[in-house]
């Protein structure tokens, strides 16, 4: 015991001392928050000033197309030709010329004549519009009133209520894509750790270094100790990225969503307001958050799944998953010479974690399909399908069944792992093949 | 003198091949014991066996009275053949580890391998990467990671292949030094004349047998042969003359008037009989026993079992 505490000792210490490792902790949580921030300030900031010319000499949009805080419109009866040479001079930065015959449709019946690209908003900011009005004049032409169109639109946002063995209802935050975003960053950890072991195994063994310490430690034990400082290792990295994360999102937060978080108050008591009155409520009366539906969407759901939840059993999905692989890395790391050599045997390895990858994708269309319990059930695939499943509600059963299969499989493949790791580390100069490694877990 | 370790019918096998076949072998404690034999002899399996690495198929091992077991590791020393540290760990923390490993405490390690660096005045080392180390300087750490536990048996797999001249000669000394303050080295070579040098005992293992065993001088003794080298003055054919059917030439070689002669005694002639009966025909200028060398022995041994084996193999298949 007190040997693999040297060993998990060492493995700890030399991947610390390691500036990569360190530089990777700090880093990657900066480059996930950056990127967010940086998409959020992107989808913010697509709003240039814009003076807009417009030449209608279809006459229909006058008075009709309007701008709005960072578009303005100026309409002219100006000739086209003229105007084309002249719109920057006046202090335009573009010019919108409609066609007489714009209402028969077609290409070429609009045309935005500018300098500096203003962009695809501004562009189909236009567009909806101009859409809009020709529509509602085609049907005045038909005498139809546009009012009894839109009065007849409605929308409907599907409540999903999943009824549980018990005959008790619970609604489901049914949040796909988070759920899929957890079970991909079980595949990375996964895949990472997991070749951290792979290496650290493929190290002692070109360095020539391991017939000497297993010459005073069990082959097995080392094996065990590598595995475990790794795992140690992991944790550590992981709650270090989880808190740098957390800080720096709760910050963003703070920066970029406060005016949401307060809106989407607003339209919470709004949406009870409605559900409990009904069609009574006097719409007229309430905020209208129309362009930021899709938001608010996001964060109600975000605001409904259970991080504690999420997080323990990520916590062990993680655990048993790198056990389960890990044992096999090392396994495998025992058995090349060379990196060069290593490919043909990780390549099997990392295709049921793909095909866990791609059935957490499935999982965010069509969660309760048998291809996806499935998936969260063989512990090949379990970890990653499983995370992918978490925010849909799984039955504790399923979830009891999946980890204890996982749990009683890493024991297998450790165990495995270890008789074929013990003849690998120690042969040289001989091309494994996966026969060969067939005879090894039979040599006593 | 009592025997440290006592190897008794261990065989083991591997898929394909036997690696070695029912090889029993008694080394004796504060001995130099040399296990002798062509590449993949079995040698290394055999000494991965006595380091607890892999276990015989059958058969067992007694160290010191005992049943080999995982405690004993601490006690034995090895130097593998496929040696190597960690490139990019310092020497220091290297050395600490591995004297951890094989249960030390930190401070009796640090201590010990104060003592060491002293010796091979290499104190400056301690911070240094491996990688930064030259050829010589890693083939001293590795030494010293050997023997800082103070193993009572040290094993060495081939220690002079890949060690530079200065290097080996280190060895040796520290062999013979261990050795004087009590402890057992047991190395395998193919480098006979290391052989003659410093071990006591030797075994010579051949396509996983023993063939061979017992200590240097009496095996030397065994494979005399009665053949003596003469270099005489005087006539070539008064000293044939006088020799009559008491012996049979080899060899010989005449320059200027010194003849160099290769006898071999017969039907029970003494060496000294032979000189009496040349002494009257010529000035004797010098008179050795011809002993075979160790290598002559093994290149013998080693031809005689490809021999039988290779009856053997014909049998079988």
């Known amino acids: 015991m007190k040997k693999i505490r040297l060993i998990i000792g060492r493995e700890i210490k030399s991947k610390l001392k390691n500036k990569t490792f360190i530089i990777m902790t700090i880093l990657a949580p900066l480059l996930i928050t950056g990127f967010l921030a940086f998409m959020i300030k992107m989808a913010q900031s697509e709003k240039t000033e814009q003076n807009v010319l417009v030449i209608d000499d279809s006459q229909l949009f006058k008075d009709k197309l309007v701008g709005n805080d960072y578009i303005s419109l100026s309409f002219s009866n100006e000739k086209l030709e003229k105007a084309v040479g002249e719109f920057t001079d006046k202090g335009y930065s573009c010019l919108l010329w409609i066609s007489p015959t714009v209402i028969e449709g077609g290409a070429g019946a609009t045309k935005l004549f500018y300098k500096k690209s203003p962009g695809f908003a501004f562009q189909t900011y236009v567009k909806d519009q101009m859409e809009r009005i020709i529509y509602e004049n085609k049907l005045k032409a038909n005498n139809i009133d546009p009012n009894i169109i839109s009065n007849s639109k409605a929308s409907i946002k599907i409540i999903l209520e999943k009824v549980n063995d018990q005959g008790s209802t619970q609604e489901q935050a049914s949040f796909g894509l988070f759920g899929f975003l957890t079970g991909a960053l079980m595949f990375m950890f996964i895949l990472m750790y997991g070749m951290m072991v792979f290496r650290s195994v493929m190290e002692e063994k070109t360095n020539r270094i391991v017939e000497v310490i297993v010459s005073s430690v069990k082959p097995f034990e080392l094996m065990l100790g590598k595995i475990i400082g790794v795992a140690i290792l992991g944790t550590i990295q992981f709650l270090i990225m989880g808190l740098i994360t957390f800080i720096l999102t709760t910050a963003l937060s703070a920066l970029f969503l406060k005016d949401a978080s307060a809106q989407l108050k607003v339209f919470q008591s709004q949406q009870e307001m409605v559900k409990k009155n009904g069609t009574n409520v006097n719409f007229n009366d309430l905020e209208k958050f129309d362009d930021k539906l899709e938001m608010f969407d996001l964060l109600q759901k975000i605001q409904k799944i259970d991080f504690a939840e999420v997080f323990i059993c990520f916590i062990l999905y993680f655990i048993g998953g790198y056990l389960f692989y890990s044992s096999i890395m090392a396994a495998i790391g025992s058995a090349v010479d060379s990196e060069a050599d290593s490919q043909q045997f990780i390549t099997p390895v990392m295709i049921p974690l793909m095909v866990g990858y791609f059935i957490a994708t499935k999982t965010i269309m069509d969660p309760d399909s048998s291809t996806v319990f499935w998936g969260s059930i063989i512990p090949f695939t379990s970890p990653i399908v499983m995370m992918s499943r978490i925010t849909n509600g799984v039955p504790m059963w399923e979830l009891v069944l999946s980890l204890g299969i996982l749990f009683v499989s890493f024991v297998f493949t450790t165990w495995l792992a270890g008789k074929i790791y013990r003849t690998g580390i120690l042969m040289y100069g001989k091309k494994t093949s996966w026969r060969e490694i067939g005879k090894w877990l039979f040599y006593k | ?317």
């Open chain 2, 1 to 317: 003198m009592a025997d440290i370790l006592q190897i008794k019918n261990v065989s083991k096998k591997y898929s394909n091949h036997v690696a070695l076949n029912d090889v029993s072998l008694n080394i004796a404690e504060k001995s130099v014991f040399g296990l002798l034999g062509p590449n993949g002899a079995g040698k290394t399996s055999l000494i991965r066996i006595i380091n607890q690495i892999t276990g015989p198929d059958s058969g067992e091992i007694i160290f010191k009275g005992e049943k080999l077991h995982p405690k004993h590791v601490e006690r034995i020393g090895y130097l593998p053949e496929e040696r190597g540290l960690y490139k990019k760990m310092s020497v220091g923390d290297q050395v600490l580890y591995l004297a951890q490993l094989k249960g030390l405490s930190k401070a009796e390690a640090k201590k010990r391998l104060t003592y060491w660096f002293e010796k091979f005045e290499m104190q400056s080392w301690w911070k240094k990467k491996i990688e930064e180390l030259s050829k010589g300087m890693q083939q001293k750490v590795q030494f010293i990671v050997t023997v800082i536990h103070e193993p009572e048996l040290l094993i060495l797999d081939e220690p002079f292949s890949g060690f530079d001249p200065i290097n080996a000669q280190m060895i040796k000394n520290e062999i013979l030094e261990l050795r004087k303050n009590g402890a057992t080295v047991i190395f395998s070579t193919h480098n006979m004349g290391s052989v003659e040098e410093l071990c006591d005992n030797i075994a010579l293992i051949h396509k996983s047998e023993k063939i061979l065993d017992g200590s240097v001088k009496d095996i030397r003794k065994t494979y005399r042969s009665n053949t003596y080298k003469i270099t005489f003055k005087g006539n070539l054919m008064g000293f044939t003359n006088a020799l009559w059917t008491g012996a049979e030439f080899l060899d010989k070689h005449t320059e200027d008037d010194i003849n160099s002669v290769t006898i071999k005694l017969l039907n029970g002639v003494t060496s000294s009989q032979l000189l009496q009966a040349v002494l009257p025909v010529c000035e004797i200028h010098s008179f050795n026993e011809i002993i075979p060398s160790m290598n002559d022995i093994f290149i013998m041994k080693v031809n005689q079992g490809n021999e039988v084996a290779g009856t053997k193999s014909n049998f079988t298949e």
